[in-house]
């Protein structure tokens, strides 16, 4: 691996872990709730997370370039929640834009299964051999579209090993049961990602614990923090247990101990 690689993966990962932050929901599904003004909502979160996860479009307008995090630039769309189908997707940013962007990765879907396969897998694979010229990582995301109960073991293992031979340094997928097949089976690190917003923080700390425990190095994480009513209480937590190892009660602990103190200094102004 070459140093502009290695610079650029490093600055991924704390200690090999990691907690990206995504913003790129609007590329497919408009200004989703709680994002609709995304420098707003990252302002406070940006402090806990290691990169963040944007398309060109909200970068440009909404992400202060000085001291930024690593960005992760959002590099494949196309399609619409309202459209024929999610999977139709191309590749949206040249590799000009991606370097004078400085993204420190890029992320394009995969939609393994489906009528756009073969597309988007070559979106994958092109996407890389123009990337790993100038040494910049790829992570492959493995969509399901609106076909949500794909998310289980069999499929996102051939899901994931597939991005991982095409060449993706980092793959994004979604927890499931038995994660630990995911992951078993491809050679890359594993992230997950949180997909619609759980009921309660314990079953999204749940997850994320037991994904962690059977081999991701962390998380894509997007809803289940911004749309949460304490979403800094929530990063906090997650980041207990990507990084500290906490458990899912030391990281809950913490969710009432950050939410608490927020309270007092609400009041306190
Ligand atoms: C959308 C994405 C998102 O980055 C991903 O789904 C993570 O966000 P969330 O946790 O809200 O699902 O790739 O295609």
């Known amino acids: ?51 963040l996860f944007v398309t060109r479009g909200v970068l440009r307008n909404c992400v202060v370039p000085a ?20 999977a139709n997707e191309a590749l949206t940013t040249s590799i000009e834009e991606i370097v004078r962007l400085n993204a420190a990765a890029v992320g394009v879907s995969i939609f393994v299964g489906s009528d756009y396969e073969h597309e988007s897998l070559m979106n994958l694979a092109d996407l890389v051999n123009d990337c790993e010229d100038f040494g ?11 076909e949500l109960e794909q998310r289980e073991a069999r499929y996102l293992a051939l899901s994931s090993r597939i ?17 630990d097949k995911v992951v078993e089976g491809c050679p ?16 999204v700390l749940a997850f994320v614990h037991d ?30 247990i990507i990084h500290e190892k906490a458990s899912v009660k030391q990281a809950l602990d913490l969710f009432q101990a950050v939410k608490a103190d927020a309270g007092k200094a609400r009041k306190k102004k």
């Open 1 to 51: 691996m070459d140093w502009g690689m290695k610079n650029r993966m490093s600055q991924l990962f704390r200690n090999g872990r990691c907690l990206f932050l995504p913003i790129d929901h609007g590329y497919f599904q408009g200004p989703t709730s709680c994002l609709e003004r995304p420098g707003e909502t990252i302002a406070p979160l940006l402090p806990w997370c290691e990169a």
């Open 67 to 86: 001291g930024s995090k690593p960005i992760i630039l959002r590099v494949s769309g196309g399609a619409s929640v309202i459209g024929q189908d999610l």
């Open 136 to 146: 910049i990582p790829v992570m492959a995301v493995t969509a399901v579209g609106k």
């Open 163 to 179: 991005a991982a031979e095409l060449g993706a340094r980092v793959v994004k997928t979604y927890w499931c049961k038995n994660f």
């Open 188 to 203: 890359v690190p594993v992230v997950m990602a949180g997909g619609p917003k759980c009921e309660t923080e314990m079953e």
């Open 211 to 240: 994904g962690m425990k059977r081999g991701a190095v962390g998380v894509n994480l997007g809803r289940n923090i911004w749309q949460s009513p304490n979403p800094v209480p929530m990063i906090r937590a997650l980041g207990a």
